[in-house]
C-alpha cells in the first residue's frame, strides 16, 4: 500500500517543528529522510505510528485515513521501530518478538502454530534466532536493535517506519538490515543519518530542514555536494560507486580555524 504524507504540520508551543510536509511512499519502496539534527524527521515518523497528531494535514495507508482508524487497525497497518523502542523489563528475546502480533490478538488470545512460525522465521532472518531464550537485558545494543526489528517485522504490517535503525549494529549488520528491507517487500520510511547509506539502499530520498522538504527524488537527484553543503554546511566530494552506481561522498575534513 502507498503511505501519503499529505501537509502535515506540527507546532508546539509556537514552534514550528514541521512545515507543510507533502512526501510519497509508493507501494513497496524504501523512503528515507535525512536532515541535520532537529529537522523533523522523528517528528514526521511519529505523526505516521500516531505517537503525535499532527496540527494539519493527514496520513493516509492506502485509501484510509490513519487517524480516523480504530488504533488497533492502524497497528495492524503501520509497524515502528523507534529510538524510544528500548525493553527495561528482562523479557527473553522471543517474548519481546512476539509482542509483535499483539495488534492480532483479542485479550490473553495464546499465539497459534502459524504466529510461532512467523515469530521463528523473523529471528532466522534478522540473526537472532539462537538468542531466543536470552534476556534482552543481556545482550548488546546491536542485539537489541535486531529484535526490535524482528517484533516490527512479525506484526507483518503494510507500512514500516524506522528511526534510525542502523544504531549500534556492526558494518556486516547494517548492510545486512538494509538489504532485507529492500527485499522485503513492505512500503518503508525510515530516518538514516548516513547519507551513503541511504543513497545506496532507499529507492528515493527526502531531505528536511528546519522542519521543510528541501528536496525529494532518486539518490542520484538529491545527493549532491551542494545540497550537502546547503543543509549540513559540509563540503564533500561525489563519486560513483564502482559496483552499484549509486553516489557516495567523500567528506573534506578541515581543521578548525
Keep these: 500500500m502507498d503511505l501519503v504524507l499529505d501537509g502535515l504540520s506540527v507546532v508546539t508551543d509556537g514552534e514550528h517543528l514541521l ?4 512526501l510519497k511512499v509508493g507501494s513497496g519502496q524504501v523512503v528515507g529522510l535525512v536532515g541535520p539534527n532537529g ?8 505523526c505516521v505510528y ?18 480516523r482508524l480504530p488504533v488497533r487497525r492502524s497497528a495492524q497497518l ?5 529510538q524510544e523502542g528500548a525493553v527495561d523489563l528482562d523479557f527473553t528475546v522471543e517474548e519481546v518478538v512476539a509482542l509483535g502480533r499483539t495488534p492480532h490478538l483479542r485479550g490473553n488470545q495464546a499465539l497459534s502454530s502459524r504466529e510461532r512460525e512467523v515469530c521463528e522465521r523473523v529471528m532466522g532472518l534478522l540473526d537472532i534466532g539462537h538468542l531466543a531464550h536470552r534476556g534482552v537485558l543481556t545482550l ?31 558494518v556486516r ?5 538494509l538489504s532485507l528491507l529492500r527485499g522485503y517487500g513492505l512500503t518503508v520510511l525510515v530516518v538514516l543519518h548516513d547519507l551513503n547509506l541511504a543513497a545506496a539502499a532507499c529507492d528515493r530520498i527526502g531531505v528536511l530542514s528546519q522542519g521543510r522538504l ?26 560513483a560507486h564502482p559496483l552499484t552506481g549509486a553516489p557516495q561522498l567523500l567528506y573534506s575534513l578541515t581543521p578548525p580555524a
Design 140 to 170: 548488546s545494543g546491536g542485539e537489541r536493535q535486531r529484535v526490535l526489528l524482528a517484533r516490527a517485522l512479525v506484526q507483518e504490517p503494510e507500512v514500516l517506519v524506522l528511526d534510525e535503525p542502523t544504531n549500534h549494529l556492526d
Design 214 to 239: 528541501v528536496a525529494a527524488g532518486t539518490p542520484a537527484e538529491v545527493i549532491t555536494p551542494e545540497l550537502v553543503d546547503r543543509v549540513f554546511g559540509v563540503k564533500a566530494s561525489l563519486v
Design 78 to 82: 503501520v509497524a515502528a521501530m523507534t
Design 173 to 177: 549488520h547494517q548492510i545486512e538490515l
Design 39 to 46: 529537522s523533523g524527521k522523528s517528528t514526521a515518523l511519529r
Design 50 to 67: 500516531r505517537a503525535l497528531r499532527p496540527s494539519s494535514g493527514t496520513v493516509r495507508v492506502g485509501a484510509d485515513d490513519l487517524s
Design 19 to 22: 512545515r507543510d510536509l507533502s
